[in-house]
């Protein structure tokens, strides 16, 4: 054995010793890379492994400073992956020792992971999930103070103009002059905006060897607290951030998705988001210093060489990047405006839209205009493409021509092919720029531009290369509250160039250039490319006209709409699509939690439908198994038909005259038997079901209702207070004091079973119960509440007889029974148009919703003369948008094709053939409880034991997520023990569409079986 060797062995078996006599604690040891202390990993015999860490001497504050800080952490985020301290024997966290001359040793708890460094798995979620903990640590560490955090500390970024002194040492002279200037700027202007920002203790080293991930990428501990600092808080981002983007195929966006995280956990201010920036860069000027200073002291500690090839590359990258656009895509993942004055110049431009010129014939009062579609989807952009200038310049205007329009646009926001070459790369996000930025307006060469409002000409350039701008003219603009901003011109003829001057004001109207041919404006068809600039991102007359996808939010923020300064009479502008990952997150940032997502871990982009399919951004289609609400199809022509033309013609309230109104009711009313002869129209099932609780009220005097347990009818207040399945749920109040709750008659799992030939009258007996309550308080009800099968029950089909039994209760008090068919309605249950004809009974009151509109916002209530008469008492019933036109007409249509189609017998057929094979798969598999429903609206009930009825609510999940990913079909679940599938497809639902179902099923219920 080498000498080396030999001395390596004898170290670590006198670690393995100390162990054993400081803790206790036998098992292997190995050495881990440090920079200060050394580090090493201890497996214990009994499986538990921990890190020892030998301090090296001269480090008491140091060690002082790392023994308060976890101990401090123990008692305020008990949560945080930190390491945690293990006592010796004696009760103390540290220990003497001599290993390489006089050390302290302290053991801490293992962390799980990899080093981020060494991960495979590093991701987006990586980034997100450090920025969340150091959130947190740094929430935590606001109230911790230790003298050792006050030190002059060469790697605090808060002090980095100390180290101008050595950038000398770097070698090569492009390493020091882009270190030089970083470390300037530092000192000149970051430095002093430093002040407005809080300070406080922080870790300060989160980098890429301190950081721990899990198989998931998802950051399982943070170590090292041997770095840390009294200084800007907001150092503690940048310091993570420039070791997270090492590798990363977007810099600025894995900057902007940990500051994000980051401020989630602890909101940042403006200012500090605005540095984080400047501050990655300045943490890697101020490493490359450190890295020549260190080896030139201690050549031998390759530890301090080991990330330097890693920043120098980065920093390159970040070199490259355009700081403006950087800096607004982190204040955007922060949550602030990408651009803080940009919704200030727009409101500017609303409010004074009235004033402003046209931009080119200003003589036309209402222009007409062609609208191209250049986008990379359109049919023809492949003809576009390999059109030169010449042949475009002919079709665009021989177009014009055709529509007898005066001018053609281009769209704001069109994804374009067109746009080739190096210009058009970013600098690391591997993305294309290829968003259109502004409004193409085509007219002839020579066609005059005139000022849309008043400013000065604050830049002219010539692009003067191929498909580029060719001469471009920027517009400076004040608002009256001074916000500066600029209007763009592009592809000119160069005889505007030569008659302007940088400073020379331009008034309303006025024109002051031309549109150029061909041959000088880039290459184009002659157009003139307007476009507004909130942020000309130090480019000026260079400014970019097309934008990246991925980082739209900004782009949109850097060059909004011009549309508002157009005024055309066509939409000038598209909205661009955006990947799932963006949607996600900007749903949870804009729109309220509670709304919730399908497939929240693989949710859709949905952007089509047909029939019972849905057709995601791919093309791909998935049968939809849960949507009864677009009753008769998705999209079906005849529907969508009568939607478009109504519209066309008119939209208003129903307190004028409408055919269709009137025709719709006699037709909606008709399949209904005496006495239910009266209809009023709302906008949802909610607003049906709350309005047919007026009703009742109105007409029995009483206010109390009964309703049935585990039920739900509707989002409003008054529907959550008859809705057990919300009132008793999870953020529910409890049941209100008017309502009674009935005894779900459930024949799978209830007091009464399947067999029980009585058992619909013995359910029933408990809406008599709730009926005697009531008397005994001297109160009667007002209405009862069922659906004709109960939804979020678990898709129960009702006892025989149940209805009729509670129904002859609820009137003998007095009260009204509605049948709520918003769920089950139109011929769903195949055998008769309504749910709650099963039961043999006429309601009161039907309220309906969801298929009525085929996905058109519509609803209805019908009941009888009296009912609706002594509702008119005087108090006007006015609903805005109930039994509007075009939901007239679209529910006619919707009543057409269920008749014309077939669709009732339809459900019948296909609903007979599904419960057919899906009683056969309860034969094969155990698993299967319960099948059970009418026509297309099913449950089958999975558990895990049918002796115990034990539900299979896990196993569930896994056939839906399962269903998904494998065979493309759309499911959910429902019941009280979210164990029952759920189907309710789209009528048309065909009996090929089951076959695939049932297959599917059986497949994916076999992966189950034991």
Known sequence: MAQEDLKAEQELAAIRALLIEAYGIEGDVSPLPGEHDLNYRVRAQDGEQYLLKLHAPGDVDDLGMQVAVLDHLAKTASDLPVSRPVLGRTGASTVKVTVRGERTARLLTWLPGDIWAKSASRSRVSAETLGHLLGQLDRSLEGFAHAGTKRVYAWDIGRADMHLDHVDLIDGDDKQAAVRTILEQFASSVLPSLDACPRQVIHNDANDYNVLLNDEGRVSGLLDFGDMVETWRVVEIAVACAYALIGAADAVGTIAVLAGAYHRANPISEAEAGLIFDLVRTRYAVSMCMAAKQIRENPENTYLLVSQEDVWRELQHL?????????????????????????????????????????????????QVAVFDFSASS????????????????????????????????????????????????????????IHLGVDIFAPAGEAVHAPFAGKVAFLHDDAVAFGFGPTVLLEHVTDTGEIFWTLYGHLSRETLATLTVGQPVATGESFAALGSAEENGNWAPHLHFQLVTDHLGLEGRMFGVGVRDQWQVWREVSPDPSVVLGLSVPASVIVPRDKDFLVRERHRRIGRSLSIAYSATPLKIVGGEGAHLIDEDGTRWLDMVNNVCHVGHCHPRVVKAAQAQMGKLNTNSRYLHDSLVEYSRRLAALFPDPLNVCFFVNSGSEANDLALRLARTYAGNRDVITVDHAYHGHLSSMIDVSPYKFAGKG??????????AEMPDLYRGRYRYGDADAGRKYADDVRNQVLALAANGRRPALFFSEGILGTGGQLTLPEGYLREAYAHVRAAGGLCLADEVQVGFGRVGSHMWAHQTQGVIP??????????????????????AIAASFANGMEYFNTFGGNPVSAEIGLAVLDVIRDERLMHHCRVVGDRLMDGARALAKRHAIVGDVRGYGLFNGIELVRDRETLEPAASELDFVIAEM??????????????HNVLKVKPPAPFSPEDCDYFLGALDETLGRLSP
């Open 964 to 977: 998904k990913r494998k065979h493309r079909i759309l499911l959910s679940s429902e019941g009280p023990h």
């Open 732 to 741: 529910g109040e409890g049941r209100p004091a008017h309502v009674q709750v």
């Open 319 to 367: 070199e490259r990047e355009n700081r403006a656009v950087a800096i607004a895509r982190i204040r955007d993942a922060c949550g602030f405006a990408p651009v803080a004055h940009a919704a200030s110049v727009m409101r500017w431009l609303e409010r004074n839209a009235h004033d402003f010129s046209a931009i080119v014939k200003p003589t036309a009062t209402k222009p």
């Open 379 to 434: 049919p023809e952009a492949a003809q576009w493409a390999a059109m030169d200038a010449a042949a475009a310049e002919v079709r665009i205007m021989d177009h014009i021509r055709a529509q007898n329009a005066d001018f053609g646009i281009g769209l704001y926001g069109e994804d374009r092919a067109v746009y080739q070459g190096d210009a058009y790369e970013t600098a690391t996000s591997g993305e294309r720029r290829s």
């Open 844 to 865: 009161d009151i039907v309220t309906m919703g969801k298929p009525i509109g085929n996905g058109h916002p519509m609803a209805a209530v019908v009941t009888t003369e």
